[in-house]
């Protein structure tokens, strides 16, 4: 058997006794609408028949197959060839092949009992397979091919007993169609065993609920998540722990500069593309290496005074996307200049401040394609998304106080200033302080824990968040939350009288020359004399919407300024003052009265301290058509830039109530952002009609299972809504209708609804439970807004998490000394027969690591402190390692037991016990010792009873320094 000759043979063999004996039923597979689908399901079914057939070949039992209804046409000769590709081999005519004719079924196998299989049939084939003739339709059956070509030929149909042997979670009840032959082969030879083969032949993700789909799903997409954020947290430390080891090493601000100015622009984006692609075990090992040969390699440039035009230049991987790939292959020079980093931005700070194009193609012709990539980052603000780390994590590595300085001002200079306060100050573009989310259920547990007994409730306003800048008395600045800067819009001076400025400034107090409010812009309905929420224009007297920037003053609505907190004040920050203090000195100094709504006032509040009047207070707010309510803690300090829950600040929107529905959906089309977008629809008596266009929510699975829906030419994807549907335009040429037959039903929710539509629909999941009839009806779309305005807040408490069960088998494990071998105990260790125990730290990891260190020289290691001999207590959070000694004789060393005179050193003395206080650096030395390699087995130095200083590791070490020792003690030892 070792050339294919024989091997054909063989299979011919097989077949022949098959065909021979006649035992086995016959298989008809109908290709009449293969033919009519697109080309790509074409190729698609093609390759299925091949595996049909090379499976069949292959098996001990095959199949008697045949094709029947096959044209005798051109492009069915090609495709018999290209896509099925056994009927061009060396050795087909020594193997019995299944015959391809144009016959129909019935005469195929005129003196058969013939069953078609369609899984839209009543009656179920079950049982041994006692049938002469099995016939498949050859399609995606989504239009019932099946069901129509078994009545035209007057064929008994029957569907595969999956409903009663199989419980289907999800997904279309599709197998493809060498499942179906294994299952036939499977059922004939185990006598009708109709369970044990569908369930060997049916793909995993159709028997699990769509619940556990996406809790595996998203337990997998965690675990991902969880190791890239490691790999890229530790490449951003990397590389700022090397900069800060720079910095600390007394580089100075002209050395920067000229670094900027001598170091070419191609070397950075090369050492960026090596740092972003290193990856496996030792990622962290090899990037730090890279980014300490590349400072060195810019301080030995900068020392030597190399010229920048004959720096190397190494190749960097071509990883770039294909803007610059497209860029630079139509903009290709022989010859360019690679410029300098201050160069690069010296070209984007004017490109900033101007349209004009020079400067833009000056950079396409003088950088190379990895740089380009870099700088289409850079110049779309997608850095930190490209190395995938968020901006306050790369910002924390600069120093603890780097995100406050830059939620404080938003500029890198005042982060990198020494001396930079982490206090905004006036005029200064920081970010508010904002307000975090609450969860559905327990939303009062959370209120409770966080924000105290008492509390402030404030309405929600729908509006602009801005912070309003005062200054020197008569000058303003205004920053929207997202840093942009609207002073040109809003007006900088009081002067300015038809601008918002000068429209607020008589209202403020003569005394208040310097000023920060956190405030919200709204719109004032001159006509209506209430404020309107943003984007409604059924809220407004003119019935449309309005953008914030650009109000003509001969509109009926004009800008209003809603304050919220006072942040300074002549010339002094409040912001550490506690929020109640900062109301009492908003309300009393700032604004003459609180009588203008319609111009400037402060948002009234309420203190609370009950459940039910939340609960009363969020319903009077989605009552009266506001966005929600906000609840704030009344002794917080402000702090910009962060959204926390311990912060006590919370917003209260119509998402806590019950706003699910239940819709059909009925078409697939595009938006406007070129996304995939459904058109979903509900119930209007005996016609369905289209309520909105959706385009978020629904996983790949779900997805695929609509495009499996709407995939045929000619099936159920339609350029006319059907009889039973009000439905929308189509926009796509490629988009449609589905068919009634094969509408789904969706359950969605939104965000409200604004002039009669939804705000941010999204469909959470397919109610693979429920028939089209049951949707929601068109009336209950209408009374949507009504249903939002009277929903309550969950009565339902947080899900309680029930402790892991801590069992006698989990404490032995974790109390377990690890073993090492024999031959590396060091028997002449001081160490041998002292017993010692290593408590419980923050890293077990570490822990068990210095239990078998400690054991290999000879120390009687224990899990739980006795009467032991030696302590070692070892905390990450607490960088301190304690070695508490008992006893008079320590090592061959006697010890008389006397106090310390020295009041001022913290070394501690108990009875007969001494304490040794090791600094946080000497931790980490020796915590990177221990992370090394196995050096322990070079321990051959004696004791040492003279040296002062601490040892506590193992050769290769440095002696620690002085910094490192927090205390010595006279007459000591080592341990080396």
Same mark, same amino acid.
């Given at each position: 058997?070792?050339?294919?000759?024989?091997?054909?043979?063989?299979?011919?063999?097989?077949?022949?006794?098959?065909? &021979?004996?006649?035992?086995?039923?016959?298989?008809?597979?109908?290709?009449?609408?293969?033919?009519?689908? =697109?080309?790509?399901?074409?190729?698609?079914?093609?390759?299925?028949?091949?595996?049909?057939?090379?499976?069949?070949?292959?098996?001990?039992?095959?199949?008697?197959?045949?094709?029947?209804?096959?044209?005798?046409?051109?492009?069915?000769?090609?495709?018999? $060839?290209?896509?099925?590709?056994?009927?061009?081999?060396?050795?087909?005519?020594?193997?019995?092949?299944?015959?391809?004719?144009?016959?129909?079924?019935? $005469?195929?196998?005129?003196?058969?009992?013939?069953?078609?299989?369609?899984?839209?049939?009543?009656?179920?084939?079950?049982?041994?397979?006692?049938?002469?003739?099995?016939?498949?339709?050859?399609?995606?059956?989504?239009?019932?091919?099946?069901?129509?070509?078994?009545?035209?030929?007057?064929?008994?149909?029957?569907?595969?007993?999956?409903?009663?042997?199989?419980?289907?979670?999800?997904?279309?009840?599709?197998?493809?169609?060498?499942?179906?032959?294994?299952?036939?082969?499977?059922?004939?030879?185990?006598?009708?065993?109709?369970?044990?083969?569908?369930?060997?032949?049916?793909?995993? &993700?159709?028997?699990?609920?769509?619940?556990?789909?996406?809790?595996?799903?998203?337990?997998?997409?965690?675990?991902?998540?969880?190791?890239?954020? &490691?790999?890229?947290?530790?490449?951003?430390?990397?590389?700022?722990?090397?900069?800060?080891?720079?910095?600390?090493?007394?580089?100075?601000?002209?050395?920067?500069?000229?670094?900027?100015?001598?170091?070419?622009?191609?070397?950075?984006?090369?050492?960026?593309?090596?740092?972003?692609?290193?990856?496996?075990?030792?990622?962290?090992?090899?990037?730090? =290496?890279?980014? +300490?040969?590349?400072?060195?390699?810019?301080?030995?440039?900068?020392?030597?005074?190399?010229?920048?035009?004959?720096?190397?230049?190494?190749?960097?991987?071509?990883?770039?996307?294909?803007?610059?790939?497209?860029?630079?292959?139509?903009?290709?020079?022989?010859?360019?200049?690679?410029?300098?980093?201050?160069?690069?931005?010296?070209?984007?700070?004017?490109?900033?401040?101007?349209?004009?194009?020079?400067?833009?193609?000056?950079?396409?012709?003088?950088?190379?394609?990895?740089?380009?990539?870099?700088?289409? %980052?850079?110049?779309?603000?997608?850095?930190?998304?490209?190395?995938?780390?968020?901006?306050?994590?790369?910002?924390?590595?600069?120093?603890?106080?780097?995100?406050?300085?830059?939620?404080?001002?938003?500029?890198?200079?005042?982060?990198? !200033? !020494?001396?930079?306060?982490? $206090?905004?100050?006036?005029?200064?573009?920081?970010?508010?302080?904002?307000?975090?989310?609450?969860? =559905?259920?327990?939303?009062?547990?959370?209120?409770?824990?966080?924000?105290?007994?008492?509390?402030?409730?404030?309405?929600?306003?729908?509006?602009?968040?801005?912070?309003?800048?005062?200054?020197?008395?008569?000058?303003?600045?205004?920053?929207?939350?997202?840093?942009?800067?609207?002073?040109?819009?809003?007006?900088?001076?009081?002067?300015?009288?038809?601008?918002?400025?000068?429209?607020?400034?008589?209202?403020?107090?003569?005394?208040?020359?310097?000023?920060?409010?956190?405030?919200?812009?709204?719109?004032?309905?001159?006509?209506?004399?209430?404020?309107?929420?943003?984007?409604?224009?059924?809220?407004?007297? +003119?019935?449309?919407?309005?953008?914030?920037?650009?109000?003509?003053?001969?509109?009926?609505?004009?800008?209003?300024?809603?304050?919220?907190?006072?942040?300074?004040?002549?010339?002094?920050?409040?912001?550490?003052?506690?929020?109640?203090?900062?109301?009492?000195?908003?309300?009393?100094?700032?604004?003459?009265?609180?009588?203008?709504?319609?111009?400037?006032?402060?948002?009234?509040?309420?203190?609370?301290?009950?459940?039910?009047?939340?609960?009363?207070?969020?319903?009077?707010?989605?009552?009266?058509?506001?966005?929600?309510?906000?609840?704030?803690?009344?002794?917080?300090?402000?702090?910009?830039?962060?959204?926390?829950?311990?912060?006590?600040?919370?917003?209260?929107?119509?998402?806590?109530?019950?706003?699910?529905?239940?819709?059909?959906?009925?078409?697939?089309?595009?938006?406007?952002?070129?996304?995939?977008?459904?058109?979903?629809?509900?119930?209007?008596?005996?016609?369905?009609?289209?309520?909105?266009?959706?385009?978020?929510?629904?996983?790949?699975?779900?997805?695929?299972?609509?495009?499996?829906?709407?995939?045929? !030419?000619?099936?159920?994807?339609?350029?006319?809504?059907?009889? +039973?549907?009000?439905?929308?335009?189509?926009?796509?040429?490629?988009?449609?209708?589905?068919?009634?037959?094969?509408?789904?039903?969706?359950?969605?929710?939104?965000?409200?609804?604004?002039?009669?539509?939804?705000?941010?629909?999204?469909?959470?999941?397919?109610?693979?439970?429920?028939?089209?009839?049951?949707?929601?009806?068109?009336?209950?779309?209408?009374?949507?807004?009504?249903?939002?305005?009277? *929903?309550?807040?969950?009565?339902?408490?947080?899900?309680?998490?029930?402790?892991?069960?801590?069992?006698?088998?989990?404490?032995? $494990?974790?109390?377990?000394?690890?073993?090492?071998?024999?031959?590396?105990?060091?028997?002449?260790?001081?160490?041998?027969?002292?017993?010692?125990?290593?408590?419980?730290?923050?890293?077990?990891?570490?822990?068990? &690591?210095?239990?078998?260190?400690?054991?290999?020289?000879?120390?009687?290691?224990? !899990?739980?402190?006795?009467?032991?001999?030696?302590?070692?207590?070892?905390?990450?959070?607490?960088?301190?390692?304690?070695?508490?000694?008992?006893?008079?004789?320590?090592?061959?060393? %006697?010890?008389?037991?006397?106090?310390?005179?020295? =009041?001022?050193?913290?070394?501690?003395?108990?009875?007969?016990?001494?304490?040794?206080?090791?600094?946080?650096?000497?931790?980490?030395?020796?915590?990177?010792?221990?992370?090394?390699?196995?050096?322990?087995? *070079?321990?051959?130095?004696?004791?040492?009873?003279?040296?002062?200083?601490?040892?506590?590791?193992?050769?290769?070490?440095?002696?620690?320094?002085?910094?490192?020792?927090?205390?010595?003690?006279?007459?000591?030892?080592?341990?080396?």
């Amino acid at each position: 058997m070792r050339n294919r000759k024989k091997i054909h043979a063989a299979q011919g063999a097989r077949m022949a006794s098959a065909m &021979r004996v006649n035992e086995r039923p016959k298989i008809a597979l109908d290709l009449q609408y293969m033919f009519k689908e =697109k080309h790509r399901v074409q190729s698609e079914l093609g390759n299925q028949m091949q595996y049909v057939i090379s499976e069949n070949l292959d098996s001990r039992t095959p199949l008697h197959l045949s094709f029947v209804n096959f044209p005798n046409t051109e492009d069915s000769q090609k495709w018999l $060839e290209k896509s099925v590709g056994f009927y061009g081999g060396l050795y087909t005519h020594q193997t019995i092949l299944p015959d391809f004719t144009h016959k129909g079924v019935k $005469e195929t196998f005129p003196d058969e009992e013939v069953v078609y299989i369609s899984r839209h049939a009543r009656d179920v084939l079950d049982g041994p397979l006692n049938v002469g003739a099995i016939a498949l339709c050859v399609s995606m059956d989504t239009a019932r091919e099946a069901l129509g070509a078994a009545r035209r030929g007057r064929m008994r149909v029957v569907r595969l007993p999956i409903k009663k042997y199989v419980k289907w979670q999800q997904g279309p009840m599709y197998l493809p169609f060498p499942n179906i032959m294994r299952i036939f082969r499977h059922v004939h030879e185990s006598g009708g065993d109709w369970e044990t083969a569908l369930l060997s032949n049916i793909s995993k &993700r159709h028997l699990i609920t769509p619940e556990e789909k996406e809790a595996q799903a998203q337990l997998e997409k965690t675990n991902r998540r969880k190791i890239r954020q &490691r790999e890229k947290n530790e490449l951003i430390k990397t590389i700022f722990v090397c900069l800060l080891v720079a910095k600390e090493s007394g580089i100075s601000q002209s050395f920067l500069l000229m670094l900027a100015d001598t170091l070419k622009f191609a070397d950075l984006c090369v050492l960026l593309s090596k740092l972003r692609d290193t990856k496996g075990a030792n990622a962290s090992v090899i990037r730090r =290496k890279l980014f +300490e040969k590349f400072a060195a390699s810019c301080a030995e440039k900068c020392e030597n005074g190399e010229d920048p035009d004959a720096a190397f230049h190494p190749d960097a991987k071509k990883v770039c996307e294909v803007l610059a790939a497209e860029v630079s292959s139509r903009i290709a020079p022989e010859d360019f200049e690679h410029l300098s980093i201050a160069e690069i931005n010296e070209k984007l700070d004017h490109m900033s401040e101007s349209s004009d194009t020079e400067d833009l193609q000056y950079l396409f012709k003088n950088c190379s394609q990895d740089e380009l990539f870099w700088l289409f %980052s850079m110049m779309i603000k997608n850095v930190e998304s490209t190395i995938g780390v968020a901006t306050n994590i790369i910002l924390s590595w600069l120093g603890p106080q780097a995100v406050a300085r830059w939620n404080t001002a938003r500029d890198l200079t005042e982060v990198a !200033a !020494a001396g930079s306060d982490a $206090e905004p100050r006036l005029g200064a573009n920081f970010r508010p302080m904002l307000l975090a989310r609450l969860p =559905k259920e327990g939303w009062w547990e959370v209120i409770r824990e966080n924000c105290g007994d008492e509390f402030f409730v404030e309405t929600k306003y729908d509006g602009e968040h801005v912070l309003l800048h005062k200054i020197a008395g008569d000058q303003y600045k205004w920053y929207t939350r997202n840093g942009k800067d609207f002073t040109n819009d809003y007006g900088g001076s009081s002067k300015l009288k038809d601008l918002l400025s000068g429209r607020i400034h008589p209202f403020f107090r003569k005394n208040v020359t310097d000023c920060i409010l956190d405030c919200e812009l709204m719109l004032w309905d001159k006509k209506l004399k209430k404020l309107c929420r943003r984007q409604f224009k059924s809220q407004n007297s +003119e019935h449309r919407s309005h953008s914030f920037r650009h109000i003509d003053p001969l509109d009926h609505v004009q800008l209003a300024v809603v304050v919220f907190d006072l942040l300074y004040l002549n010339g002094k920050s409040i912001m550490n003052a506690p929020l109640h203090q900062r109301i009492r000195a908003l309300e009393a100094g700032v604004l003459k009265d609180n009588k203008h709504i319609e111009t400037i006032a402060i948002a009234p509040r309420k203190t609370v301290s009950a459940k039910e009047e939340v609960e009363e207070l969020f319903a009077k707010a989605l009552g009266a058509g506001e966005e929600g309510i906000v609840v704030k803690r009344k002794d917080v300090t402000y702090q910009p830039g962060t959204r926390m829950t311990k912060n006590g600040w919370f917003k209260m929107k119509a998402y806590l109530g019950d706003n699910e529905m239940d819709v059909a959906l009925v078409a697939v089309d595009k938006g406007k952002d070129e996304r995939v977008t459904y058109q979903l629809a509900v119930r209007d008596g005996d016609k369905y009609q289209t309520i909105t266009h959706c385009a978020s929510g629904l996983g790949r699975i779900d997805r695929d299972y609509i495009y499996d829906l709407s995939a045929k !030419a000619e099936g159920p994807l339609l350029k006319e809504p059907p009889p +039973e549907l009000r439905g929308w335009n189509i926009i796509d040429p490629k988009g449609g209708f589905i068919r009634k037959e094969h509408w789904i039903v969706v359950e969605m929710t939104a965000a409200g609804v604004r002039d009669g539509k939804f705000i941010d629909p999204v469909m959470r999941r397919i109610r693979y439970d429920k028939d089209i009839e049951e949707v929601d009806t068109l009336q209950m779309f209408k009374d949507y807004e009504k249903m939002l305005q009277n *929903s309550k807040l969950s009565d339902k408490s947080p899900t309680k998490v029930t402790p892991r069960k801590i069992t006698k088998r989990m404490i032995v $494990e974790g109390s377990a000394v690890p073993e090492v071998d024999a031959k590396q105990i060091h028997t002449d260790s001081p160490l041998v027969g002292r017993t010692i125990c290593v408590l419980y730290g923050t890293d077990e990891r570490l822990r068990k &690591r210095l239990m078998e260190i400690l054991k290999i020289y000879g120390a009687n290691v224990v !899990a739980n402190p006795g009467d032991v001999i030696i302590l070692l207590h070892y905390n990450m959070g607490i960088p301190r390692i304690y070695l508490f000694f008992s006893g008079r004789h320590e090592f061959g060393r %006697s010890y008389n037991g006397q106090a310390s005179e020295d =009041k001022s050193s913290s070394t501690s003395w108990r009875d007969d016990s001494f304490a040794i206080e090791m600094g946080a650096e000497a931790i980490k030395k020796q915590q990177l010792e221990c992370e090394a390699g196995p050096h322990v087995s *070079s321990l051959n130095a004696p004791v040492s009873t003279t040296n002062s200083q601490i040892f506590f590791g193992w050769p290769p070490c440095d002696t620690w320094t002085p910094d490192e020792v927090l205390n010595e003690v006279d007459g000591g030892f080592t341990l080396e």
